[in-house]
């Protein structure tokens, strides 16, 4: 009797052992499914710069989110006579935008500044700005006509509600005469961080 009921006391323990592991190999398993997956998406794209331009903020947050993921240091490109609510009603034919579509002579923006400290430093520079009348809004225009992008890889993007990314960025790489200009990307008005993200896993 005695030995059976040692041997019960051991059965048991060996149980209540089996049951506290088990239950810590789930807590491990449950710990690592709850942790965030995160991308380094910097690899292989080098010190990046992501230069914007942003009429509405819609460009500019994809800029943000772009700048984040690639640990990418951002640019503004700032007209010094900025927009207006009233001079970007398209439907104006009255309008700032409109009057420049029209007269393609009126579409040279000056702008604050096309400096970038350390310029010559970044690998990877995205140009990112919204399409107006199914072009880049122009007053990215001097950012890239004053800026010299051998030896960049460059990475357009576009914000738009409906028009397409069409030759955007084919017609920036004709003016900048320089850099390896890749393909462009165009993003709706109300751009996703996934969406986002996906499109960089892509080009890596």
């Known amino acids: 009797m005695k030995l ?5 006391i051991l059965l048991t323990g060996f149980v209540a052992v089996s049951l506290v592991g088990c239950q810590s190999n789930q807590d491990n398993a449950s710990q690592k499914e709850e942790q965030p997956q995160t991308t380094d998406t910097s690899k292989g794209l080098g010190k990046t710069l992501v230069v914007y331009y942003s009429a509405t903020g819609n460009t500019e947050n994809v800029a943000k989110i772009i700048a984040e993921k690639t640990n990418g240091q951002l ?3 700032e007209p010094k006579d900025t927009y207006s609510g009233d001079d970007l009603d ?16 009126e579409r040279n923006v000056e702008l604050v500044s096309t400096n970038v400290d350390d310029w010559n430093t970044y690998e990877t520079v995205f140009i990112g700005y919204p399409i107006w009348w199914s072009i880049t809004a122009w007053p990215v225009d001097n950012f890239v006509k004053n800026n ?11 914000t738009s509600s409906s028009s397409s990314f069409g030759e955007s960025g084919e017609l920036l790489s004709k003016m900048a005469g320089t850099g390896d200009w890749q393909e462009g990307k165009r993003f709706s008005s109300g751009a996703s961080s996934t969406d986002i993200q996906e499109w960089l896993d892509e080009l890596k």
């Open 4 to 8: 059976k009921k040692a041997l019960m």
């Open 75 to 77: 640019f503004k490109i």
């Open 90 to 105: 398209w439907t104006n034919e009255n309008s700032r935008v409109t009057r420049e579509y029209e007269n393609e002579s």
């Open 148 to 158: 010299d992008f051998t030896g960049k890889k460059v990475i357009p993007f576009c």
